[in-house]
Nanobody
């Protein structure tokens, strides 16, 4: 499966962005999906994950209450709504498909990764 992340860009502090992750090649409707990010000079960080049905979500502590993950109607698209963005949210955001039906904060559970989309938050 190929994952294509999009929607990144430059936004001011306090602003919002919605990232999309579209899957092609095969369906990911039976897979948990996740978003991770990596800022320059930092390790990859878990952002959010959702299970195959879209009914259960996990969030990293730094984004709880500000970010929301959901799946599209066809289940082959996953969105990350990011509100009240902060400068520390600046990073490349990656979507990934899990080998399991549930989402997870463990990067090792994910077998397919997208190419990443850059989010820059500036004051």
């Amino acid at each position: 499966v190929q994952l294509q992340a999009s929607g990144g860009g430059l936004v001011q502090t306090g602003g919002s962005l919605r990232l999309s992750c579209a899957a092609s090649g095969r369906t990911v409707s039976n897979n948990g999906m996740g978003w991770f990010r990596q800022a320059p000079g930092k390790e990859r960080e878990f952002v959010a994950a959702i299970n195959w049905r879209g009914g259960s979500a996990l969030y990293g502590d730094s984004v709880k209450g500000r970010f929301s993950i959901n799946r599209g109607y066809a289940q082959n698209v996953v969105y990350l709504q990011m509100n009240n963005l902060k400068e520390e949210d600046t990073a490349i955001y990656y979507c990934a498909a899990s080998r399991y039906a549930t989402g997870s904060s463990q990067a090792g559970h994910y077998v397919n990764w997208g190419q990443g989309t850059l989010v820059t938050v500036s004051s």
